[in-house]
């Protein structure tokens, strides 16, 4: 199977922060591109260079079928997470790269995404203090861990 770059980069970068990447049958597809599966997190994974609004409908769909985030990836580093947390309709939207985050736990060493608005617990062991154990939050229009590794 043909990996892209930015595909091979986003698992590597992942991998790194201990966060397991799996592939997901073909039904997982959106337009012809593979979504991934972050099994140790719960949540999917689709990347890209840019996302097209076919391609973002489909993904809100897909999320709310799944009742998982999926987090968009862009080829710079960026990215955004589908999520349900706190949207008055109860179901997936997305949240700007602004609103979407990777967290640390200082408890842990653990790493995670989310949305600034969700609830700040460990998806890795967790721990939750309000935002007290929170060793590093990166937003995802100013991904400087990636900034590090690539």
């Not at 994974?45 to 769909?61: R, S």
């Not at 799944?66 to 949240?95: M, T």
């Not at 790493?111 to 600034?116: A, K, Q």
Request: proline share 1%; aromatic share 16%.
């Amino acid at each position: 199977m043909f990996v892209r770059k930015e595909v091979s980069d986003w698992i590597c970068f992942l991998s790194l922060l201990r966060i397991n990447v799996e592939i997901t049958g073909k039904e997982n597809k959106i337009l012809g591109e593979w979504i991934y599966y972050l099994s140790n997190r719960n949540q999917y994974l689709f990347v890209c260079d840019m996302i097209t609004d076919e391609e973002l409908n489909k993904l809100i769909i897909f999320a709310n079928k799944k009742k998982r985030p999926v987090l968009i990836a862009f080829s710079n580093g960026n990215f955004q997470i589908i999520d349900d947390r706190f949207l008055e309709s109860g179901s997936f939207g997305l949240y700007t790269e602004r609103e979407s985050s990777l967290l640390e736990c200082m408890e842990c060493g653990g790493f995670w995404f989310t949305c600034n608005c969700g609830s700040w617990k460990c998806k890795c062991c967790g721990a939750y203090d309000g935002d007290h154990y929170i060793e590093q939050m990166i937003f995802g229009n100013d991904n400087t861990l990636w900034n590090e590794v690539f």
